[in-house]
């Protein structure tokens, strides 16, 4: 059995320069999943170096696009592995949208192989697809059955995913917030592990971010239970100016290093550096 690489066995450069308390893996707040392959490769020993240098600030890797299954089934064990040698959970990433369309019994296999492989965490995204609330919930109970961690990912977009341009997913226009405020709740009601904010119409692909949109979610739901997308810069600097160093965000695996930087107080933009504080005493 591989023996599982500690948070607490890290022994930090420069431990005299006092930087922002960061809770220890597992963490409950201040999560960070990063993209694993998709804009670009990465396999094992790409991976072991993200790792080695930041899997302290890790605490998930997400397939984006279904990429993993075009690897080969050696490869993506490895990964998997990999990660869970470092604490890090690995997320399937939204795919099964695509898996639903070919029916109950592909859905069961799928969820039965993500288990076989080692996933943790099965994302369960609509956002090119309708569906029922109660076929949501349906999807949520059969990945909690098989001892793996669902997370729902809402918004406000019909359409969002694959960097659709700004111009299409205006011509498809928008929801109600209130209405996915309402299926977050009923998802974390039925044990939901974390709710995504899908960030297309929201601060993604959008002419004017929808900062409001952000603030009836954490107003309604608290912010523990909530994971924002925020893979640009700027996003992901807005929701640390905002809402401090322990928001939950997902970025591309080539941020980690910058959003660690803004966590920790130690690095930032000119309104940023020297201004984000924890106060743990």
């Known amino acids: ?16 320069l006092r930087m922002n308390a960061r809770e220890p893996k597992p963490r409950t707040r201040g999560l960070t999943e990063i993209r694993g392959p998709y804009y670009s490769v990465m396999g094992p020993n790409y ?5 080695e240098t930041m899997g302290a600030y890790i605490d998930s890797l997400k397939f984006a696009g279904g990429s993993f299954t075009l690897m080969p089934r050696r490869v993506l064990r490895e990964i998997i592995d990999l990660c869970h040698q470092y604490d890090v959970l690995v997320s399937t990433g939204g795919f099964i949208e695509y898996v639903v369309t070919q029916g109950p019994e592909a859905v069961h296999r799928y969820i039965q192989e993500c288990k076989e492989l080692g996933f943790d965490i099965i994302e369960i995204s609509t956002g090119f697809i309708t569906i029922p609330a109660d076929d949501w919930l349906r999807l949520i109970e059969a990945v909690q059955k098989a001892g793996l961690k669902a997370k729902p990912e809402v918004g406000i977009q019909f359409g969002a995913g694959g960097d659709t341009p700004a111009e299409l997913l205006e011509a498809e226009g928008v929801q109600d917030p209130s209405w996915a405020i309402q299926l977050a709740r009923r998802f974390l009601e039925a044990g939901a592990y974390m709710i995504m904010v899908e960030s297309e119409g929201i601060t993604e692909n959008v002419k004017t971010w929808r900062t409001d949109v952000v603030a009836r979610f954490i107003n309604e739901l608290g912010l523990e239970k909530l994971m924002f997308e925020a893979a640009d810069p700027r996003v992901f600097a807005w929701y640390i100016k905002n809402y401090g160093p322990e928001v939950n965000l997902f970025v591309d695996h080539s941020q980690i290093v910058q959003l660690e930087c803004l966590r920790s107080g130690i690095w930032g933009t000119q309104d940023l550096f020297g201004r984000v504080h924890t106060f743990k005493g």
């Open 1 to 16: 059995m591989l023996r599982r690489k500690s948070t607490r066995e890290m022994e930090r450069a420069f431990q005299f």
């Open 47 to 51: 991976l072991k170096d993200v790792l």
